[in-house]
């Protein structure tokens, strides 16, 4: 007996809440991020973006030029708060008060333990959790004046599958949940909502280039129960819902999306 195909995927939402909401996304030159852009942007969102990638920040705010509002790119290092504070500043002034931010700026570069020095601990932290805390402490007046706001943190199921190979990205991870569950609680009182969106082996051209051999695949097909490829546009889809009023009682969750793996 052969199993029958799966059909084709969507039509796919759309969330009228979105519709002139600006919202901010760290990281969006490429990957995840480049798609939480497009995403947004479909919606009808007012969408700002960083990303330490010009060249490819440039070319996805040009490409994007068709949308209901152009997204606006802004060049920034998420390391430097001053420049992040700054770049959420420029976002306000010019598309109004950000009602959803969206974290996802990081970087899994591999390393042992042997190499991690304090210096090198110090970046890993800066990049793959600092910038969470700074950007939504920049965000907080806008969404209290708004009434509410919801604020989505990326994390990774890095830790939840024990992984090694990059222990400091996977501490920063990790401490992405707790960080979610402190300010959901701070924050819920203003109808601010705060969630972390965990994805799974996300088959984005980074990860294809660097990581993704016979063995990667044989662990795929093994750890997901879901047979397909995890996609940025999986991720981004959830990102929406979060986003959208249609999530309005949610708040201080993990939320998974790897095709069943963790």
């Known amino acids: ?3 029958p195909d799966h059909p084709e995927p969507g039509p796919f939402a759309s969330y009228p809440s979105l519709v002139d909401r600006t919202v901010f996304i760290t990281g969006g030159a490429s990957g995840i991020g480049a798609s939480l852009v497009t995403h947004f942007a479909q919606q009808g ?4 973006f ?7 920040g440039e070319a996805l705010s040009d490409a994007l030029g068709e949308a ?13 708060i001053a420049a992040l504070r700054a770049a959420i500043a420029d976002a306000r002034s010019t598309l109004g008060p950000i009602v959803v931010l969206v974290n996802n700026a990081a970087n899994d570069e591999r390393h042992s333990i042997g190499q991690v020095t304090p210096e090198s601990f110090d970046v890993g932290i800066a990049v793959n959790l600092r910038h969470q805390f700074f950007a939504a402490q920049a965000v907080i007046d806008d969404m209290k004046t708004h009434g509410g706001g919801s604020i989505i943190n990326l994390g990774s199921i890095s830790w939840m599958l024990k992984n090694g190979g990059y222990p400091v ?25 705060v969630n972390t969106l965990a994805p799974g ?8 280039y660097l990581w993704l051999d016979e063995g990667g695949l044989s662990a795929l097909k093994a750890g997901q129960c879901l047979d397909g490829e995890l996609l940025p546009d999986d991720i981004a889809r ?12 949610v708040t201080a969750q993990d939320f998974i999306v790897d095709g069943g793996w963790a």
């Open 45 to 48: 969102a007012r969408v700002a």
């Open 50 to 56: 960083c990303d330490i990638d010009t060249t490819s």
């Open 201 to 208: 082996w996300v088959m984005t051209e980074k990860q294809r």
């Open 238 to 249: 959830m990102a929406l819902f979060l986003a959208a009023d249609d999530s309005r009682m």
């Open 169 to 193: 990205y996977v501490a920063a991870k990790a401490a992405t949940a707790g960080l979610t569950r402190g300010l959901a609680r701070d924050l819920g009182p203003f109808g601010i909502r």
């Open 1 to 3: 007996m052969t199993l």
């Open 68 to 80: 209901r509002t152009k997204p606006l790119f802004l060049a920034c290092d998420v390391i430097d």
